[in-house]
């Protein structure tokens, strides 16, 4: 089974193309099996904008309190995911949304509980829930919550949730689908990018914020050897073709052959 995972930025939900939806059309002719996982770090900042709470960040991570949590989830489950899967129906692409708490889909672990609250790191994937989806068709779109072995949920950072989800899977391709049309090197997208350059352009700051988790992410993928992590953008197609779109990060085993 070939499957793809892909990583939808809360950067660019409110612009997914009709390109983007016409190219997993594409992927789901050529027999791709599509996981999604989506982010909403901006549909959060908002809500807490209006609720006056503070949005505070270690790292890329957002300082996650109990009150935090009601509101992320609240967010990502029951608006930005409910907003995707509607897109995706519309795009006569059939999925289902999941909560990366229900039915040990997503386990975790806190990452630093003293530091940030209640964020996740995730320990264990639920595969076969999601190959029992994936065998009926459908595109599973996972909200990135795990949850504890003693229960507590975990808001946990949507590129390494993503990550987790690919390394577990043993996913064929893995994209991280933003609002940029790549990765830029002194002002232009780049087409290939061999993994040891990453950390150099994360030390010169030409990698910086919030392309920083997408990267890590990315190197962490390919060192467990699937074959290819893209970064693109989400508002144009990302597949066409066999022709994929976007900086293709090269892992080093694959740079030597
Ligand atoms: N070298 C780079 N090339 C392209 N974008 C970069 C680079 N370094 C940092 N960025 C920033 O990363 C952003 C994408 O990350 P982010 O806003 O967290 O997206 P998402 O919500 O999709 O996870 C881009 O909009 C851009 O501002
Ligand atoms: C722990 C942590 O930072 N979680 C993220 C989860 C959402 C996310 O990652 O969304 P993007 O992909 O849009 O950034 C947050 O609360 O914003």
């Known amino acids: 089974m070939k499957i793809i995972l892909i990583k939808c930025g809360g950067s660019t939900l409110e612009e997914l193309s009709a390109e983007f939806f016409k190219s997993l059309q594409e992927l789901k ?13 901006p549909d959060i900042n908002q809500m807490l904008g209006q609720l006056n709470v503070q949005a505070e960040y270690v790292n890329g991570l957002r300082k996650t309190t109990a009150e935090i ?5 609240l967010v990502l ?8 899967v509607h897109m995706l129906e519309s795009h006569k692409l059939s999925a289902l949304g999941l909560n990366g708490s229900d039915a040990g889909l997503l386990k975790g672990c806190y990452l630093n509980k003293e530091e940030l609250g209640y964020v ?9 829930l999601i190959d029992s989806i994936l065998a009926q068709g459908i595109i599973p779109v996972i909200t990135p919550i795990a949850i ?19 390394n577990a899977l043993k996913v064929e391709q893995c994209l991280f689908v933003t609002d940029v049309e790549g990765i830029m ?7 290939i990018l061999p993994a040891e350059e990453v950390e150099n352009l994360i030390a010169s700051g030409e990698i910086y914020g919030g392309m920083i988790p997408k990267v890590t992410s990315a190197l962490s993928v390919l060192q467990k050897g699937i074959e290819s992590v893209r970064i693109v953008t989400g508002k144009k197609k990302i597949y066409q073709n066999e022709q994929w779109f976007g900086t293709k990060i090269l892992g080093k085993e ?3 052959k």
């Open 77 to 84: 489950a029951g608006k930005t995911n409910r907003r995707l």
């Open 185 to 191: 090197v002194n002002g232009a997208v780049q087409e």
């Open 120 to 128: 996740g790191e995730i320990t264990e994937v639920n595969g076969e």
């Open 29 to 41: 002719k050529q027999n791709y099996r599509i996981v999604i996982i989506h982010g909403g770090g």
């Open 254 to 256: 694959r740079l030597c």
């Open 148 to 166: 504890t072995n003693a229960g507590i949920k975990l808001n946990v950072n949507a590129d390494y949730a993503a990550a987790a989800v690919a």
């Open 69 to 73: 949590l009601e509101v992320v989830e």
